[in-house]
């Protein structure tokens, strides 16, 4: 007589296929974390946490990119770079756009009367030691340029004639 005992429901076996069971899901879950890994140790300190974003600003902070410069011109703000580049970076830009600056041109005391309108209108604050810097800065960027035009006639120092009539 056949007994009720079957291998393939019997307690033993249920045992045993929940232990494979098992096995393969580690197996599994290893093979997914190996390429995976470091993606997924990161998920804590995203950017976007309070210590994430705090790590990410000093990381960022501590490279020196130093500014951009293309043929002599800072790329980001359009002005001329030179060593008083940064002062006046720093000075002149705070308010508004560096294109205020680099589409005027003016000699040294017109950019003086400049900034005098700017601290006694605007608000801009006295610049110091700073203002000589400044000054160089402009004058030597940003002076009047030279015409192509030719200058105008000086009309008394012409030499006025008839023409003949023959
Ligand atoms: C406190 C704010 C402030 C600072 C800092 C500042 N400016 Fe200005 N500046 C202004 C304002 C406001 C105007 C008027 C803007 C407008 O007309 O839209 C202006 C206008 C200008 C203009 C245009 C003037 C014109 O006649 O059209 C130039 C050029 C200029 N600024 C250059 C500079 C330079 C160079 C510096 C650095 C020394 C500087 N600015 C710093 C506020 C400031």
Request: hydrophobic share 35%; proline share 4%; charged share 25%.
């Amino acid at each position: 007589m056949e007994d009720n005992y079957n291998m393939n429901t019997g307690p033993l076996w249920s045992l045993l296929k929940s232990l494979l069971m098992f096995t393969v899901l580690c197996v599994v879950g290893v093979v997914l974390y190996l390429p995976m890994g470091e993606y997924i140790s990161q998920w804590g300190e995203s950017k976007y946490s309070n210590d994430g974003l705090a790590k990410y600003t000093e990381e960022r902070a501590s490279v020196d990119r130093g500014p951009d410069v293309v043929d002599g011109i800072d790329v980001a703000s359009g002005m001329v770079y030179d060593e008083n580049f940064k002062v006046v970076k720093a000075t002149c830009t705070s308010c508004h756009s560096s294109k205020l600056i680099i589409q005027n041109r003016a000699t040294r005391e017109g950019w003086k009367d400049m900034i005098k309108w700017m601290q006694e209108t605007q608000g801009l604050p006295e610049l110091g030691t700073l203002e000589p810097k400044v000054l160089d800065y402009l004058s030597a960027h940003y002076a009047p340029e030279k015409t192509g035009r030719r200058a105008n006639l000086d009309i008394e120092a012409i030499e006025w004639y008839v023409l003949g009539q023959e």
